[in-house]
């Protein structure tokens, strides 16, 4: 439900929804392995792999979700290139569970005792121009390609037989993903172009600091008439990110995993927004209060994977995600309904009623940090099963 200042405001929904992946990996030789992964899901969603049930019983699409080869020329050294699942060590407050990455990524690790340094390197293709653009003029506008450079360093330290620790410092350099203003810019139509349209957001699930992409001059002939805008990031995304992660086993096979992580945008500028006249994330007397921190915090004791019928987790979560100190279109998808611009907490319960089959619950609360006020509580109740 949405929790506004009245009741007026508030609204529940409720959505009944199926997820469904199959996995292929194919060994092409002792060092390579092929990978292949169907979901369902909304070709148009990235951090989804759901889909709501209750379309008149139509029929659901099956995609393409991974497919990449797993190379490991060395011992210490793997290589992976395709559409390839996270490879980095983090939380959900920067990248969604079911997020994808396209492109390709070097991970070296080697074993000194009880610790394990890595590096891990990424190269991926966000958003690729569209070779026709724009589609319906004869005058095309020069290809703008947004593109995520990562590199992240860290070590993993075995404290005991199971008992582990992981830490790592990341940075993740959007390039190209803010907006531009346009040059002078008639628009009479919908379909005229102004230059700096190729700059706009192509996914986003709300929280980052927008502002108006065109510089529209008004119709001689209609001075009052419609202005066709588009809309794109007002900050630069350089995230700095802090990330780690313990996980204790006093014994038996109960484990205590806590994690912790912290991310800074680097390129983020108050004043440099302001400049552009940003039209979301304005609070009390009009004055623009975005932000560049985000903070996240877990704790979960249990069985870390349930594979049986008994065994159990708990888990509970806070967090604090300014407007712009992540990209909003690849963070968590449910926690307030996805996006950044968010802060509060998550409850997780999980229990195994048989072999590879569990049942989950999650509760997430969260509210607007900036903004008027949006609060929005989310209630999960999930079967899941793998084979």
């Known amino acids: 439900g949405a929790r506004g200042r009245d009741a007026a405001r508030h609204a529940d929904r409720a959505q009944p929804r199926l997820g469904a992946r199959l996995n292929i990996e194919a060994k092409v030789d002792e060092h390579l392995d092929a990978v292949i992964r169907l979901a369902s899901g909304n070709v148009r969603n990235p951090v989804s792999t759901n889909v709501t049930l209750g379309n008149n019983f139509s029929n ?3 995609f393409i979700d991974r497919a990449y080869f797993d ?8 290589v992976e290139a395709g559409r390839l699942p996270n490879p980095w060590l983090s939380s959900t407050m920067l990248w969604d569970e079911d997020l994808n990455f396209d492109g390709g990524v070097v991970h070296y690790s080697s074993q000194f005792g009880a610790l394990t340094p890595f590096l891990t390197v990424g190269a991926f ?13 004869s005058d095309k506008i020069k290809s703008r390609d ?25 940075y993740y350099y959007f390039d190209k993903i803010n907006g531009e203003r346009s040059t002078a810019c008639l628009a009479l139509v919908e379909d005229d172009p102004c230059s700096s349209d190729i700059s706009r957001a192509g996914a ?51 484990h205590t995993v806590v994690t912790v992580e912290y991310v800074y945008n680097l390129a983020y500028s108050a004043n440099r927004v302001l400049a552009l006249g940003p039209v979301n994330n304005v609070g009390a007397s009009d004055i623009y209060s975005g932000g560049r921190h985000g903070y996240a915090v877990n704790l979960l004791s249990g069985y870390p994977v349930i594979r049986a019928r008994g065994e159990w987790n708990v888990e509970a979560g806070y967090r604090h995600v300014e407007s712009d100190a992540v990209v909003d279109a690849f963070t968590d998808s449910d926690f307030h309904l996805g ?11 999980r229990y195994g009623i048989g072999r590879d089959v569990w049942l989950t619950g999650r509760w997430l609360s969260a509210t607007e940090i900036s903004g008027a006020p949006f609060a929005v509580d989310v209630l999960q109740l999930d079967v899941q099963a793998r084979f």
Do not use: C, M
């Open 146 to 170: 947004k593109y995520l450079y990562g590199v992240q360093a860290g070590t993993t330290i075995a404290l005991s037989e199971e008992s582990s620790a992981a830490f790592a410092v990341s």
């Open 71 to 78: 190379w490991r020329p060395l011992h210490d050294l793997q």
């Open 204 to 254: 986003s699930q709300g929280g980052n600091t927008l502002f108006a992409l065109r510089d529209l001059v008004a119709d001689p002939n209609d001075p009052n008439g419609p202005q066709f805008q588009y809309f794109g990031l007002a900050a630069p995304f350089r995230e700095l990110a802090w990330t780690g992660k313990v996980d204790l086993w006093p014994g038996g096979r109960v």
């Open 339 to 349: 996006g950044t611009n968010a802060q509060g907490y998550t409850v997780f319960a």
């Open 125 to 137: 293709s966000v958003q690729n121009t569209d070779f026709d653009f724009p589609s319906l003029r």
């Open 60 to 62: 659901f699409s099956l």
